[in-house]
């Protein structure tokens, strides 16, 4: 089972950019589905991404189409959430997931989760 960390997050004005990393660990990464999902107070969390170790094809949420960005390192074993001209609804706490399948990953029911990194704009 792989692990993940994320860092990245920090506090930042509309219209700004921001990049997130999830760094995945463990015996291997191949064959797994990275996601990103968010979590904005009082809320439920929610998909944002997510891209196939192998295959790449990233796939978004519509609430984030065209403004964010997944790609992945494998040199680096890291997963980016390229986050650009974001919003204060985007406030929130971003979480990397991993799960072989991909249905389980969209549903937010992934086997692996990280800690999350918080996430905050200003209008």
């Known amino acids: 089972q792989v692990q993940l960390v994320e860092s990245g997050g920090g506090l930042v004005q509309a219209g700004d950019s921001l990049r997130l990393s999830c760094v995945v660990s463990g015996p291997t990464v191949s064959g797994y589905n990275l996601g990103w999902f968010r979590q904005a107070p009082g809320k439920e969390r929610e998909f944002v991404g997510r891209?196939?170790?192998?295959?790449?094809?990233?796939e978004y949420a519509d609430s984030v189409k065209g403004r964010f960005t997944i790609s992945s390192d494998y040199g680096k074993n890291t997963v980016f959430l390229q986050m650009n001209n974001v919003k204060p609804e985007d406030t929130a706490v971003y979480y990397c997931?991993?799960?072989?399948?991909?249905?389980?990953?969209?549903?937010?029911?992934?086997?692996?989760w990280g800690q999350g990194t918080l996430v905050t704009v200003s209008s």
């Open positions: 997931a991993a799960d072989r399948s991909s249905v389980l990953l969209v549903r937010g029911e992934s086997e692996v």
């Open positions: 891209i196939s170790w192998n295959y790449g094809h990233p």
